[in-house]
């Protein structure tokens, strides 16, 4: 069994930054692919960034240069630093995982979601 703990959201004005991480713990042989995705009310959920397990990054064009995504792969454990936060960027931002359970066997994870909202 595997468990995905977020943490980091709050309220932020405009300019401002926060600092997002997930952490996975369990049952894990290894974690590959990390990666954050965001939903704002009425909209569907997209992909803002993410991270191979060879450190590879990708990122949504409209967040490139803001927000940087990271790994601890010995806390399995991904992180987003957001700066410059504009309020667009406000929304549920929930990570996903995609982990080794065993050798050969891959499941997708989700964490619970965290609130970002950014306002003056």
């Known amino acids: 069994q595997v468990q995905l703990v977020e943490s980091g959201g709050g309220l932020v004005q405009p300019g401002g930054s926060l600092r997002l991480s997930c952490a996975a713990s369990g049952n894990i042989f290894s974690v590959n692919k990390m990666g954050w995705y965001r939903q704002a009310p009425g909209k569907q959920r997209e992909l803002v960034a993410s991270i191979t397990s060879d450190g590879s990054t990708n990122y949504v064009d409209s967040v490139k240069g803001r927000f940087t995504i990271s790994r601890d792969n010995a806390k399995n454990t991904v992180y987003l630093q957001m700066n410059s936060l504009k309020p667009e960027d406000t929304a549920v931002y929930y990570c996903?995982?995609?982990?080794?359970?065993?050798?050969?066997?891959?499941?997708?994870?989700w964490g619970q979601g965290t609130q970002v909202t950014v306002s003056s």
């Open positions: 996903k995982l995609s982990i080794k359970i065993i050798p050969g066997i891959n499941y997708d994870y």
